[in-house]
């Protein structure tokens, strides 16, 4: 399972790689939405700082909604789809091959939007060990759940309104567990960082598993 | 289908319906006129005999549809029957949910004095409520039975999580929300406070049932109307093949 | 005590007008239905 995933993560990246898509459109996208947070508060200095944990987190589960919806957009061409299902790619391993492409794109993203969040927002990045060890958990989560439900609703005719709905509130808990662990590796909050760094790890091992178990009957039905 | 086709009742119906109708008629009674106000809450206790059994129809209602998706995935189980019990599980508990959130709000504006808090339980509750508009909607977007089946018994499992730890949100983390008050060692609730909460579940949970059956024969005659309208257009088809033979509609 | 009777009415409101929708759907389905199907329905 692992060499297919490898295949098929190494295909997205390589894809990605030559079209530029997430670069040209989804980075630009995510860095509007910093500005736009910036905008609705009205670059209350102070405020953002504060906030700024959570921000980032949203505008990572909405560029990660675009990635997710792009990492299916490439299969529907040319019969791609077809070609997958019957390529004798374990099912398995092409989720965790779409899992892993989705999951380093958003982290060259968050790299990204760390920077913007600290030229920005002004934040202060501190405890890097939590900040990185969080991000790669819930990246890995977003990623998860988003190729398994991406799967469910790419098969139908309103998957750009279907899979933002289904997804958002699967997603809340990773944001949420993320922003809080953020939160105490930044120092805004007491609470111990590496508990939510726990809740994160238990949510990604469930979408993981979850879309390992059921990638299989997903791209039959689909 | 073995009720008459005339009417959209059957004893089973009749007979929930009815009952339903005179347990909320006396929980009504009981809960706003017999039973007395609270030491503590005052007037603001007669919640208690809607908040609770609301909110339990719709633990049940998705744990039904839990159980009704988990039953279709399994292999020598698998039959429409599950699938069906499995969206009417979720439609009725989305409308419980619903019914959770408003008039938990409005005890909570009456009590705290916000309409909204962001504790464990009513967040949690939210999610829940957003996971089965998104089950409702995925299953309205998938035309192939099996293939919707499958996509949103995958989603009512998650449903059902979210069901648990709701639930047990109240013990395991900080919230404003009451704890359980029913299953503790030594309650503090008793008398008519007691007998009024334990017909409110009654008198809900007949409500559910009337609305479970009523949900369930829809979705059969859904299934039936999708089956006749693919069998007339096939058999307009074939008519318009061969304009000089009439082709009989066969029997079902 | 408005609030009670607003919580109360609110959630009447609420079943009341699933259960009327359902009950709809459910007689419209069988109107469309009933034609072709005639006595078989027992």
Request: glycine letters at 8%; a positive charge.
């Amino acid at each position: 399972m692992w060499r297919d995933a490898l295949v098929v993560a190494g295909k997205d990246l390589r894809v990605e790689g030559r079209s530029k898509v997430a670069l040209n459109q989804v980075v630009p996208y995510s860095l509007v939405v910093l500005l736009l947070f910036g905008f609705a508060f009205d670059q209350d200095q102070p405020l953002l700082v504060q906030a700024a944990p959570g921000l980032f987190w949203l505008a990572v589960l909405f560029s990660g909604l675009l990635a997710v919806q792009r990492t299916f957009s490439i299969e529907s061409a040319d019969g791609a789809a077809d070609s997958l299902r019957m390529s004798g790619l374990e099912p398995a391993g092409i989720f965790v091959g779409k899992v892993v492409a989705v999951a380093v794109q958003l982290l060259l993203l968050e790299v990204f939007l760390a920077v913007g969040i600290v030229v920005l927002f002004h934040s202060r990045l501190e405890g890097a060990g939590l900040l990185a060890a969080s991000a790669v958990l819930s990246t890995t989560g977003v990623a998860a759940a988003g190729v398994a439900y991406g799967a469910l609703s790419m098969g139908t005719r309103v998957r750009e309104t279907l899979l933002p709905l289904l997804l958002a509130p699967v997603l809340a808990p990773v944001v949420l567990a993320a922003t809080e662990a953020w939160r105490a590796a930044l120092g805004f909050s007491s609470g111990d960082g590496w508990r939510w760094l726990g809740l994160l790890a238990g949510f990604t091992a469930i979408y993981l598993a979850g879309g390992v178990l059921s990638f299989g009957a997903l791209m039959e039905e689909t | 289908m073995r009720y008459p086709q005339a009417s959209g009742s059957s004893r089973l119906t009749r007979v929930l319906g009815w009952s339903a109708l005179a347990a909320l008629a006396l929980n009504t009674w009981w809960g706003l006129w017999l039973s007395p106000p609270d030491v503590v809450q005052g007037q603001f206790v007669r919640m208690l005999y809607i908040h609770p059994a609301v909110a339990t129809m719709c633990y049940a209602g998705f744990g039904v549809c839990a159980l009704g998706s988990v039953a279709w995935l399994w292999p020598r189980l698998r039959s429409p029957r599950w699938d069906r019990l499995a969206v009417a599980g979720a439609e009725v508990g989305a409308v419980f949910c619903f019914a959770t959130l408003v008039t938990g709000s409005i005890w909570g504006r009456a009590s705290w004095g916000v309409w909204w808090t962001w504790d464990a339980r009513l967040t949690l509750t939210a999610i829940l409520f957003a996971l089965s508009l998104g089950y409702l909607a995925l299953r309205r977007s998938i035309d192939n039975p099996h293939s919707r089946a499958l996509a949103s018994s995958m989603v009512a499992v998650l449903m059902a999580l979210t069901v648990v730890v709701d639930h047990y949100a109240t013990v395991w983390f900080v919230t404003l929300h009451q704890n359980e008050t029913l299953f503790q060692p030594d309650p503090t609730i008793h008398g008519w406070q007691l007998a009024t909460m334990l017909v409110s579940f009654l008198a809900f949970g007949l409500v559910f049932a009337w609305m479970m059956v009523h949900r369930y024969r829809l979705e059969v005659l859904e299934e039936r109307y999708e089956r006749e309208g693919f069998t007339s257009a096939l058999e307009a088809r074939r008519s318009e093949a061969l304009p000089e033979r009439r082709v009989e509609v066969p029997a079902r | 005590m408005n609030y009670v009777v607003a919580a109360w009415l609110s959630c009447g409101a609420i079943l009341v007008a699933y259960s009327a929708r359902t009950l709809r759907r459910e007689r419209s389905l069988r109107r469309s239905l009933a034609p072709k199907d005639g006595p078989r329905w027992r």
